[in-house]
């Protein structure tokens, strides 16, 4: 299963990501964790990125698309598909992220793409905050990350959807209902991925599904 991600800041993807990761044992390949990582550890990159990530900028394509190659190519060695998280986030992302992919025979066969309100994604982020205490949790910088989401980050979900690999879900619900959504919808689509070319797919929208997921 190769899976990417496509959602705002709060819809879950850390928290889903780590769900398909560990029910398809593939490896959970978060960008923002990556990019976390290097500046806790003081690393040049890291050191080189921090203010971005502190500001809730994107940091430059390239340095991302190197990171997720080097990711990408480990999951190839290993045999296995992978959940990308945190990338693309913008239309040059994802076609640079497909090129790499095609190259090692490893594109996505699923874009994921959860949908969730603004505010709902405000509260949950704030309460994150709370706990967390991320750097890019604070009111004006969450308020930045969503506007650069509907901006540049949700238009790529009609280019998925036209090649025939999305699946969207509503992330509005508890964390289990969610979870359970997208692994039915994987689980569903598996026989298919090696059988129907992408360009006969449709997109599958299970976003007004909620009754069938145990929603009042
Ligand atoms: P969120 O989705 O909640 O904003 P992430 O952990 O995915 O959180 O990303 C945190 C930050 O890492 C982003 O605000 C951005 O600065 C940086 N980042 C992560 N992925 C990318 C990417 N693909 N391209 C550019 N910047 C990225």
């Given at each position: 299963?190769?899976?990417?991600?496509?959602?705002?800041?709060?819809a879950?993807?850390?928290?889903?990501?780590?769900?398909?990761?560990?029910?398809?044992?593939?490896?959970?390949?978060?960008?923002g964790?990556?990019?976390?990582?290097?500046v806790?550890?003081?690393?040049?990159?890291?050191?080189?990125?921090?203010?971005?990530?502190?500001?809730?900028?994107?940091?430059?394509?390239?340095?991302?698309?190197?990171?997720?190659?080097?990711?990408?190519?480990?999951?190839?060695?290993?045999?296995?598909?992978?959940?990308?998280?945190g990338?693309?986030r913008?239309i040059?992302?994802?076609?640079?992220?497909?090129?790499v992919?095609?190259?090692?025979?490893?594109?996505a066969?699923?874009?994921?793409?959860l949908?969730?309100d603004?505010?709902?994604?405000?509260?949950?982020?704030?309460?994150?905050a709370?706990?967390?205490?991320?750097?890019?949790?604070?009111?004006?910088v969450?308020?930045?990350?969503?506007?650069?989401?509907?901006?540049?980050?949700?238009?790529i979900?009609?280019?998925?959807?036209?090649?025939?690999?999305?699946?969207?879900?509503?992330?509005?619900?508890?964390?289990?209902?969610?979870?359970?959504?997208?692994?039915?919808?994987?689980?569903?689509?598996?026989?298919?991925?090696?059988?129907?070319?992408?360009?006969?797919?449709?997109?599958?929208?299970?976003t007004?599904?909620?009754?069938?997921?145990?929603?009042?």
């Amino acid at each position: 299963m190769r899976v990417l991600m496509v959602a705002p800041p709060g819809a879950g993807k850390g928290t889903q990501g780590a769900v398909i990761a560990a029910h398809f044992d593939i490896p959970h390949i978060a960008t923002g964790d990556l990019l976390r990582d290097h500046v806790a550890r003081q690393t040049p990159l890291g050191r080189e990125v921090r203010d971005r990530l502190d500001r809730g900028d994107l940091v430059p394509d390239q340095i991302v698309l190197d990171m997720v190659g080097d990711e990408l190519l480990r999951a190839k060695r290993n045999g296995t598909g992978y959940v990308l998280d945190g990338m693309p986030r913008n239309i040059t992302q994802a076609r640079a992220v497909y090129q790499v992919a095609k190259s090692l025979d490893m594109t996505a066969n699923v874009a994921l793409h959860l949908q969730a309100d603004d505010d709902e994604l405000i509260r949950r982020l704030l309460a994150r905050a709370a706990l967390e205490h991320r750097t890019d949790d604070t009111d004006e910088v969450i308020r930045r990350r969503l506007a650069l989401y509907h901006d540049v980050t949700h238009p790529i979900v009609a280019w998925y959807a036209s090649r025939g690999i999305l699946v969207s879900v509503d992330a509005m619900r508890p964390v289990e209902r969610v979870a359970r959504q997208i692994l039915t919808a994987l689980e569903a689509m598996r026989p298919l991925l090696d059988h129907v070319p992408e360009h006969a797919r449709r997109p599958v929208d299970l976003t007004g599904l909620g009754a069938a997921f145990g929603d009042a």
